[in-house]
């Protein structure tokens, strides 16, 4: 059973668009969530969290979302830049763990 | 700031060979110490964390098993190796338990053969 989905695998977008990549999650026991971002063959760096009684939080280009009612976030990055392009995951967790979904492969083209 | 230091980076093995990978810790104390495993398809999957020396919780059934013999020292171990044991896998630890947020290490790549 996965705790936390990213249902599209990949997503392609102009470089100086916005990119929203999605989330979503069963277990409404998670205190926060969190955005790691992966280049190939490296370890993933955290990029941006939010804690579940928020409902945005904003760090730049990148902004989270959480819609609790709908069990939904998104990461939104605007704008695009080709040094984006990279898989990020979506992770969810309470003390101290982090389930991560399948991850979704961003290609900001220039 | 922390670092985690993962070895070896790349490792290649026969089918029923034993495995070990090992990660350690600098820049923290009693850290929660995590393996994650990356394989096609799968995403990131948590297999093995630890609270604390000589505690080890395991998410996932397998042949796999984890030891923490140290504070900062996270051991990843199989006795005898399938395929399906490939992948890419990370040792991470906790920066702040509150917020969930974790330093990677570099990964080890393993190839099964």
């Known amino acids: 059973d996965q705790q936390v989905k990213q249902n599209s695998p990949s997503l392609s977008v102009q470089e100086g668009r916005i990119s929203i990549l999605n989330c979503d999650y069963t277990?409404?026991?998670?205190?926060?969530f969190l955005w790691y971002k992966k280049y190939p063959a490296e370890g993933p760096t955290f990029l941006i969290s939010?804690?579940?009684?928020?409902d945005k939080n904003e760090d730049g280009r990148f902004t989270v979302f959480l819609n609790k009612s709908a069990k939904h976030l998104s990461l939104h990055i605007v704008p695009s830049q080709p040094g984006d392009s990279a898989v990020y995951f979506c992770?969810?967790?309470?003390?101290?763990?982090?389930?991560f979904g399948k991850g979704t492969k961003l290609s900001v083209k220039p | 700031s922390q670092t985690i230091h993962q070895w070896p980076a790349t490792l290649v093995q026969p089918v029923g060979s034993p495995l070990s990978l090992e990660c350690t810790v600098e820049g923290t104390s009693n850290p929660n110490l995590y393996w994650y495993r990356q394989a096609a398809g799968r995403g990131l999957q948590l297999l093995f964390y630890s609270v604390g020396i000589g505690q080890i919780s395991s998410e996932v059934p397998q042949n796999l098993s984890a030891s923490r013999p140290q504070d900062r020292q996270f051991i990843l171990s199989s006795k005898k190796l399938l395929l399906s044991d490939s992948g890419f896998y990370l040792c991470?630890?906790?920066?702040?338990?509150?917020?969930?947020?974790?330093?990677f290490g570099e990964g080890s790549r393993l190839t099964v053969l």
């Open positions: 992770g969810g967790g309470s003390q101290g763990n982090l389930i």
């Open positions: 939010i804690s579940s009684i928020k």
């Open positions: 277990n409404s026991m998670f205190d926060y």
């Open positions: 991470a630890s906790a920066r702040d338990s509150n917020t969930g947020e974790l330093f």
